[in-house]
T-cell receptor, first 112, second 111 residues
Framework: GESVGLHLPTLSVQEGDNSIINCAYSNSASDYFIWYKQESGKGPQFIID?????DKRQGQRVTVLLNKTVKHLSLQIAATQPGDSAVYFCAENRDGNNRLAFGKGNQVVVIP | DTGVSQNPRHKITKRGQNVTFRCDPI?????LYWYRQTLGQGPEFLTY????????KSRLLSDRFSAERPKGSFSTLEIQRTEQGDSAMYLC?????????FGSGTRLTVV
């Protein structure tokens, strides 16, 4: 029911520590993956993406790891800051037509 | 502001009324998408346009929903005879290729 969706997995992390958020995807044919950050009342904001021919990609303070064997994606945030507090979604591109399928969100709460 | 713009930001309507939302994509993006997001869930795909052509519609897009992009620029999403279950955030995204940029959404509340 509606209440189930409200209980997001939550990661509480101390400011300055590293955060790791995990995501399992379902379609082995997916060839493109994205992480989005969503703050309350706003639309999803692009963080980083990765194609299936890679297993790691780094951005500014963020790293995405892709394990195609077990269909697992992770987002690592280095030196987490209060501004990183948000809900994080992974998304996969299926079918080659650019529609994105989003996973369940993970709430990150940064403790100052 | 060169991002994706959505209007209105909030809409409260009575059950049974029709509502229309507008999305202005990033100007050079030829692809436009509509998603719906309910509380605590990730966005769910509704429909996709390439230029003015609507190339895909989700099964979530019932007969009461219609989307248009008449000139290949802005798009509208209309919901007819709204139901309480239509209450959600309606998100628009645009892209030149595969990386989609989202707007801030229109939050619809059906009372």
């Amino acid at each position: 029911g509606e209440s189930v969706g409200l209980h997001l997995p939550t990661l509480s992390v101390q400011e300055g520590d590293n955060s790791i958020i995990n995501c399992a995807y379902s379609n082995s044919a997916s060839d493109y993956f994205i992480w989005y950050k969503q703050e309350s009342g706003k639309g999803p904001q692009f963080i980083i993406d990765i194609r299936s021919n890679m297993d790691k990609r780094q951005g500014q303070r963020v790293t995405v790891l892709l394990n195609k064997t077990v269909k697992h994606l992770s987002l690592q945030i280095a030196a987490t800051q209060p501004g990183d507090s948000a809900v994080y979604f992974c998304a996969e591109n299926r079918d080659g037509n650019n529609r994105l399928a989003f996973g369940k969100g993970n709430q990150v709460v940064v403790i100052p | 502001d060169t991002g994706v713009s959505q209007n209105p930001r909030h809409k409260i309507t009575k059950r049974g009324q029709n509502v229309t939302f507008r999305c202005d994509p990033i100007s050079e993006h030829n692809r436009l998408y509509w998603y719906r997001q309910t509380l605590g869930q990730g966005p769910e795909f509704l429909t996709y346009f390439q230029n003015e052509a609507q190339l895909e519609k989700s099964r979530l897009l019932s007969d009461r929903f219609s989307a248009e992009r008449p000139k290949g620029s802005f798009s509208t999403l209309e919901i007819q005879r709204t139901e309480q279950g239509d209450s959600a955030m309606y998100l628009c995204a645009s892209s030149p290729d595969i990386q989609q940029t989202f707007g801030s959404g229109t939050r619809l509340t059906v009372v």
